[in-house]
């Protein structure tokens, strides 16, 4: 069983649609990371939370911590939402990370 | 932009042969941390440097070796590659101990053939 897990492993919307990525996680953490990869393989920073939520625009990330979950939320998506999304948990404090399979998501026009 | 650049963007190389690939890291930042993520699944940590010196390493062989300098970029060293190495290899870099955001560098694209 892997430490992060995501789920949907891909999802498919429509344009204008409310979207939800689930990550579970298995070990203590200092901070979870929410992180968007497009094709060309860059990976960029969205959130970085160790308790409550987060908004950022469109984006909204919680994280239960009693739970061991996190959720990403995208309200009105677009299609230049579609991109991998990927979860990551930080046990250390260390900034080393320990990532989750991602999200494939595609926004449909 | 991050900031954190990555040298070369891809590579191909043949099966034995040695690769060594380069980050440099966001102003102000002690630490970098590299990952391997192969085709279609999540990065994997390989190792992590601080100030010059590994600070971690995750389940890679030691052909997996590292550098930081006093400037804190990296170098990637891989020898005799295998054709299961082919993969994106990314850079993070970061401030060791405080939680703090990583910034990632674009990756490296290596195909052993």
């Known amino acids: 069983k892997n430490e992060v897990e995501q789920s949907p492993q891909n999802l498919t919307a429509q344009e204008g649609e409310f979207i939800t990525i689930n990550c579970s996680y298995s070990?203590?953490?200092?901070?979870l990371h929410w992180l968007q990869q497009h094709p060309g393989g860059g990976i960029v920073s969205l959130f970085m939370l160790s308790s409550g939520k987060k908004k950022h625009g469109r984006l909204i990330a919680t994280i239960n911590i009693q739970e061991k979950h996190s959720s990403l939320h995208i309200t009105a998506s677009h299609p230049r939402d579609s991109a991998v999304y990927i979860c990551?948990?930080?046990?250390?404090?260390?900034?080393?990370?320990?990532f989750g399979e991602g999200t494939q998501l595609t926004v449909n026009p | 932009e991050t900031g954190v650049t990555q040298s070369p963007t891809h590579l191909i190389k043949t099966r034995g042969q040695q690769v060594t690939l380069r980050c440099s890291s966001q102003s102000g930042h002690n630490t970098v941390s590299w990952y391997q993520q192969a085709l279609g699944q999540g990065p994997q940590f390989i190792f992590q440097y601080y100030r010059e010196e590994e600070n971690g390493r995750g389940n890679f062989p030691p052909r997996f070796s590292g550098l930081q300098f006093p400037n804190y970029s990296s170098e990637l060293n891989v020898n005799a590659l295998e054709l299961d190495d082919s993969a994106l290899y990314l850079c993070?870099?970061?401030?060791?101990?405080?939680?703090?955001?990583?910034?990632f560098g674009q990756g490296t694209r290596l195909t052993v053939v």
């Open positions: 993070a870099s970061s401030l060791l101990g405080m939680s703090a955001e990583a910034f």
């Open positions: 070990v203590g953490i200092s901070a």
């Open positions: 990551a948990v930080d046990e250390t404090s260390g900034s080393r990370l320990t």
